[in-house]
C-alpha cells in the first residue's frame, strides 16, 4: 500500500471517517475498512503506472504516491456508502486520475529515472548485413 490509517486521519477528519466506515456503530473509523479502500487506491495506481514503472515499486517511495492513494482512498470510501464526496475530494481523486494519467504517459515522473523513456531517447542502430538492430532501442 502507499499510504496507511494514519495518512488517512491526517487528511480526513475523524468524524468524517467513523461516518465513511464504521458499519458496526463502534464509534470508531473501521480501520479493516480503511486499509480495504488503501488497499483498492493502490491497485488503481499501479494499473496507472505499471507499463511505466516496474512493480512493485521500490522503496524509498515517492511521497506524490501517497497524496494520491489517499485522495483515491478518500473517494472510495464516500461511494461506499452512496454518499458525495463533495467538491474538496472530486477535485482531489480527479487530479490524482490526471496526474496518474500523466505519469502513464510520461509526462510526469515519479522523481526517478523514467525506464521507458530512456529507452525512447537511444537511438537505435541498423545493420544491412547481419539483418539484426542495435543499441538497445525501441521500435
Keep these: 500500500m502507499y499510504a496507511d ?3 488517512l486521519t491526517t487528511e480526513i477528519d475523524r468524524l468524517t471517517l467513523i461516518r465513511l466506515t ?5 464509534g470508531e473509523p473501521n ?15 499501479d494499473s496507472k503506472i505499471g507499463m511505466r514503472y516496474p512493480l512493485p515499486l521500490a522503496a524509498p517511495l515517492p511521497g506524490a504516491l501517497k497524496g494520491w492513494c489517499v485522495d483515491i482512498a478518500a473517494y472510495y470510501l464516500f461511494g461506499r456508502r452512496s454518499e458525495s464526496p463533495g467538491d474538496v475530494w ?9 496526474d496518474l494519467d500523466k505519469v502513464a504517459q510520461g509526462k510526469l515522473t515519479l522523481g526517478w529515472p523514467d525506464p521507458q523513456g530512456e529507452a525512447r531517447r537511444q537511438p537505435v542502430l541498423f545493420s544491412a548485413r547481419a539483418g539484426v538492430f542495435g543499441g538497445g532501442g525501441v521500435l
Design 5 to 7: 490509517f494514519d495518512d
Design 22 to 26: 464504521d458499519d458496526d456503530n463502534l
Design 31 to 45: 480501520q479493516h475498512v480503511c486499509a480495504l479502500a488503501l488497499v483498492k487506491a493502490s491497485e488503481r495506481i
Design 90 to 98: 472530486r477535485d482531489r481523486y480527479e487530479r490524482a486520475e490526471a
